[in-house]
């Protein structure tokens, strides 16, 4: 694994942005974007991912790094379970919720893997996780 110095570095939080950016698009429009309660908090909860990747990467330790990377994690099934509601009440295509959803789940399980990762590295440095 070749060396990461800056959270912009790592794929899961690409990864995030990316779910994030897909989620805008989303919710921009139609009935959605009248919809300002849920819009505002799908999008909080999309941006709550790659931020907790963010601020935990730029803490010292492995350990405060593993909490927020499980902050951000909720925040991906805070994602999901809004869009099957929206989903549900018309807001959004089956297609649509099915592929936010696929991309929304794979971040959930890198964040895994990486969170199992910092945990169990014997390394404990600043910033040097690869």
Request: proline share 0%; glycine share 6%; net charge positive.
């Amino acid at each position: 694994m070749s060396q990461i110095r800056r959270f912009e570095d790592l794929e899961v939080w690409k990864l995030a942005i990316d779910c994030a950016e897909r989620i805008y698009e989303a919710t921009s429009g139609g009935r959605f974007g009248q919809d300002f309660a849920l819009r505002n908090q799908i999008r909080s909860s999309a941006i709550s991912i790659f931020s907790n990747i963010a601020e935990g990467f730029e803490r010292d330790g492995n350990r405060e790094f593993a909490n927020f990377l499980s902050i951000a994690k909720g925040s991906c099934g805070e994602a999901r379970a809004q869009l099957i509601f929206a989903n549900r009440v018309s807001h959004i295509s089956d297609q649509t919720l099915t592929d936010i959803q696929a991309r929304l789940e794979e971040t959930s399980r890198q964040l895994s893997r990486f969170r199992n990762y910092l945990l169990s590295s014997d390394y404990r440095g600043r910033k040097r996780i690869g």
